[in-house]
């Protein structure tokens, strides 16, 4: 999956629990693939995009990370907007390793007809769409959506 469909996806994660989605949010939903890509495609010291950072262990980790430097608060929508990551790319394409090191297990092999590149274009449209729905109907000032506002 794309940058804007794992931003789209902690953004919705982010509105369930009630939540308002900050910049922090943006970035941290972009943490696992800039801790594993570049592993394996810059410094080719993995053969795969999708491991430590893609699992519940790099998920603890920056879990406790996070709770241990920022608020309660904060550190729990942080922890949120990573794990949206790892749902969303399950999602798309099943290539999750949850229990690496303990096991590489994926829940599909590496597909390259091109399916799953197809299904991931058409996440990210609907992806940009609905972030774009969510900022049309921002309270900018307050930062929430418009239909959900009492006064
Ligand atoms: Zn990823």
Redesign the pocket.
Same mark, same amino acid.
């Given at each position: 999956?794309f940058p804007i469909g *794992?931003v789209a996806s902690a953004v919705l994660l982010a509105q369930l629990r009630g939540r308002r989605p900050s910049l922090a949010t943006v970035v941290s939903s972009q943490i696992?693939?800039l801790l $594993?890509k570049p592993f394996a495609w810059v410094l080719r010291r993995s053969e795969s995009s999708?491991l430590l950072a *893609?699992s519940l262990i790099g998920w603890l980790l920056f879990r406790l990370l996070a709770a241990s430097a920022l608020s309660r608060q904060r550190s729990a929508e942080l922890s949120d907007a990573y794990l949206s *990551?790892l749902l969303a $790319?399950e999602l798309h394409h099943g290539r999750v390793p949850w229990l690496y090191p303990v096991s590489t297990a994926k829940r599909r092999a590496r597909d390259r007809s091109g399916r799953v590149l197809r299904i991931g274009l058409i996440l990210e449209v609907l992806s940009a769409g609905y972030l774009a729905v969510v900022w049309l109907l921002t309270d900018r000032d307050r930062g929430v959506a418009l239909d959900n506002r009492s006064d």
């Open positions: 999956m *794992h696992p693939d $594993d999708h *893609h *990551h $790319d």
